[in-house]
């Protein structure tokens, strides 16, 4: 039995005339049959609509809804990659109350900076393997030079050519502006020159004041985050988009994220991916904080997928959200599980019980045994193969 053609919907997957009467009944009983209207439309959902969304408890009718969305884009077909993350520093200035991963000054226990021939070993010791992307995120660390970004970069271009370098959260580049006298156009044109290629979605958080402060007040706020975006999707880099929840957050300030997301989305086209990112809470400030339940996680993804209708994907990190989970996650609206990842540190510093790494194999029967067909993609959704 041969899978279907990534380049080829069937019209069977693909094109949807409605709900099953059940799924359209229970719709109706949850009070949410205009937004089911909106949804079979393409119509865009509305602030109100998502408070609405959250208000309910419902969860399969948002499943339902979310995953009509995501068949009709996508049908079963469900994205992953092989990738290395490379976390070359956790010294950082920033004071966020829901990191476990920094560290505030070189010396402090569990502190660390990486030589730049020990970030580069990560790469070299996969020189025999098949990955397609390197995703680099550090702390803010007060005592590198600009040099130590840029010859990372170089370096690992070096080792590996072929390599697609996401590297650099928002909240990072900004810093680098600031730190060493630049604007955000200058540190992007320099590092792209150095060989990145695309920008990862995090240090996104909370966009609403009201949490940003509480979160992380000391980092860049939402218009700073926003803007080191939009300068990047003019300059052509492809992007991704995080949202951190389960914290502090109300529910209507996760819905203001996504519009402002969307809003940015609909002015430059840049952003690839949404990921909404679970909190997890040991080892740091907000340990007295109850993590989100799998009700909370999976409305969330639903929510995402609707509200967010000028994103492709909706990636469900598996490495935060456990691979149960991630495979439920599919039903709600869920197109990518993001890689392999090979030794994460941030979550797993926050107390992830997820493996370090998943093998190709055993995302592809992840994915098959959620009763989708996986794909194996790069960095900007080119398919490698079809599994």
Not at 8 to 17: A, C, E, G, L
Request: charged share 25%; with cysteine; hydrophobic share 40%.
């Amino acid at each position: 039995m041969t899978e279907p053609d990534v380049s080829i919907p069937t019209t069977s997957v693909f094109v949807h005339s409605g709900l099953s009467p059940i799924s359209a009944r229970a719709i109706e009983a949850a009070g949410l049959g205009d937004i089911r209207e909106k949804v079979l439309a393409r119509e865009r959902l509305t602030y109100d609509d998502g408070v609405r969304l959250y208000n309910t408890g419902e969860i399969a009718v948002l499943g339902a809804l979310a995953n009509l969305d995501r068949e009709r884009r996508w049908g079963d077909l469900t994205f992953f990659n092989r990738n290395l993350h490379v976390n070359a520093t956790n010294v950082c200035e920033a004071s966020c109350i829901f990191c476990s991963f920094a560290r505030l000054k070189t010396g402090d226990a569990g502190a660390y900076t990486m030589a730049l021939d020990e970030a580069v070993g990560r790469v070299r010791a996969l020189k025999d393997e098949l990955i397609t992307e390197v995703h680099i995120v550090n702390g803010l660390n007060p005592d590198l030079p600009w040099a130590y970004y840029v010859d990372l970069l170089k370096a690992i271009k070096d080792e590996r050519p072929d390599l697609h370098i996401k590297g650099f959260t928002a909240v990072e580049i900004h810093y680098f502006a600031e730190k060493f006298g630049k604007t955000y156009e200058e540190v992007l044109t320099e590092l792209i020159a150095a060989g990145l290629g695309s920008l990862p979605g995090g240090g996104a958080e909370i966009f609403h004041p009201r949490a940003r402060k509480k979160l992380c007040h000391d980092k860049v706020d939402a218009d700073g985050w926003l803007e080191v975006h939009r300068v990047a999707h003019r300059l052509g880099l492809r992007t991704n988009a995080t949202m951190l929840f389960g914290s502090i957050e109300t529910l209507p300030e996760r819905i203001d994220h996504m519009v402002r997301l969307r809003e940015l989305q609909d002015e430059t086209h840049g952003f690839q991916t949404f990921i909404p990112l679970r909190f997890h809470h040991e080892n740091n400030r907000l340990a007295r904080v109850k993590e989100p339940t799998g009700f909370d996680s999976l409305r969330t993804y639903a929510i995402s997928r609707l509200m967010l209708d000028n994103f492709d994907h909706i990636k469900a990190y598996w490495i935060m959200l456990g691979q149960k989970l991630a495979q439920v996650s599919l039903a709600f609206g869920v197109d990518d599980l993001d890689g392999t990842v090979r030794e994460e540190r941030i979550y797993h510093m926050a107390g992830a019980r997820t493996p370090q790494e998943l093998t190709r194999a055993e995302l592809v029967n992840l994915i098959r045994h959620a009763g989708r067909v996986p794909v194996e993609r790069d960095t900007l959704y080119n398919v490698v193969a079809e599994c």
